[in-house]
């Protein structure tokens, strides 16, 4: 599985910052911002919950790409 985080992209997409995005989510904008920059791996259920505040598919945020 390859894992390449699309977090900062989205935010810049929509002019949010990491405050905005932890209000919306229920994430701390620490914890975001540690994601976004790759010195942190989101657990599952922040990756939900990240999504779920973004209204978008864990999926699409993560760019989740499956492989055999």
């Known amino acids: 599985m390859e894992n390449y985080n699309c977090l900062q992209t989205i935010m810049k997409n929509r002019n949010l910052s990491y405050k905005k995005l932890a ?6 904008s620490s914890t975001l911002q540690r994601i976004a920059v790759f ?4 657990t599952q259920k922040v990756m939900i ?3 779920r ?15 055999k």
């Open 23 to 28: 209000r919306m989510t229920g994430v701390s």
């Open 39 to 42: 010195e942190q791996s989101p």
């Open 49 to 51: 919950a990240i999504a």
């Open 53 to 67: 505040g973004l209204r978008m598919e864990v999926a699409e945020v993560f760019n989740l790409e499956w492989r």
